[in-house]
């Protein structure tokens, strides 16, 4: 990591605010995609979820591969050199910097979450190449104009950035505000950019089931939503082939052994036109 390429922005100091008697978004996924950040509160309600619907295990691990084919996607194919991750998480394997700079050593990688145990990790997420930048915004999507305003420190507004929003929206519990917290941000960036969506869905009993639990634990609740409500946060954007699909369908890479594995979580990828 250079200095000179990567910085971060702090809000209080991180060990002031983290709560451990109850269980965090961030923790939580991070055990269901293997990681080591997190306390026994997560795992006590990560395992009780196991049972309940051990489906969600594959709903973690296949968004994260969705979201490492989306930034190769974005990075190879459309030339974007920018990205800004909102609701990051903690870090882990392939995260957006690393698989964007594979591809394009000189893309800026702004990340955004709100929760001070990402923050306390965010040098992870800072690694960046000596030809790109990363940055890491101790910020809230509730604020978007502001959030906005933070990245441009970074990255350059006259030129296209991919908005990646992964297993977050979920966050917000009315859909209409969540909608309006996309459009805001979306608003504020330049033709030629993509929004990047995946989230959870209410497509089978079990997820739904694991969705009370998890929002009787104590936890910021979560709400899963339904396939044309993740569509309707790109209106107004041109879908990428093939749309709105279930993670693993969306470009899968040949001979992925996941690419059929059915879940419930769907995403999407828009251009601004
Ligand atoms: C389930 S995790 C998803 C992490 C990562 N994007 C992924 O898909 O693996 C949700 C993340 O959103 C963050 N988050 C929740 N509400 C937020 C808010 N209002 N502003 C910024 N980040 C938020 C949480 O702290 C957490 O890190």
């Known amino acids: 990591m250079s200095d000179a390429h990567s910085e971060v922005t702090v809000g209080a100091k991180p060990s002031a605010r983290i709560d451990t008697s109850k269980p965090h978004s961030a923790r939580f996924w991070n055990y269901f995609v293997g990681g080591k950040d997190h306390y026994e509160v997560d795992q006590e309600i990560g395992d009780q979820i196991k049972e309940i619907f051990p489906g969600l295990v594959d709903v973690a691990l296949t968004s994260r591969h969705f979201l490492g084919r989306a930034a190769r996607y974005l990075a190879g194919e459309q030339g974007i050199r920018q990205f800004l991750d909102i609701g990051t998480g903690l870090p882990t394997a392939d995260n957006t910097h690393e698989v964007a700079q594979r591809v394009a050593p000189d ?4 990340y955004v979450d709100n929760d001070p145990i990402v923050l306390a990790h965010a040098n992870a997420l800072l690694t960046s190449t000596k030809q790109g930048r990363t940055a890491y915004l101790d910020a809230d999507l509730y604020e978007p104009e502001s ?3 933070a990245a441009a420190a970074t990255l350059d507004f006259s030129r296209p950035i991919a908005l990646m929003i992964l297993n977050t929206l979920g966050h917000v519990a009315e859909y209409d505000q969540a909608r309006a917290l996309v459009r805001r941000l979306v608003d504020g960036l330049p033709p030629g950019s993509h929004l990047v969506i995946s989230d959870s869905t209410a497509t089978s009993q079990g ?6 639990a998890y929002n009787a634990s104590g936890a910021v609740p979560y709400y899963v939503r339904g396939v044309e409500e993740i569509a309707g946060f790109f209106d107004g954007l041109d879908l990428v082939e093939p749309g709105i699909v279930q993670v693993t369908e969306w470009r899968p890479d040949s001979g992925d052994a996941t690419a ?4 419930d979580a769907y995403c999407g990828v828009g251009r601004k036109p």
């Open 260 to 263: 059929r594995t059915a879940v």
């Open 147 to 149: 959030v906005l305003e």
């Open 107 to 110: 893309a800026r990688i702004v």
């Open 207 to 212: 997820m739904i089931a694991a969705s009370e």
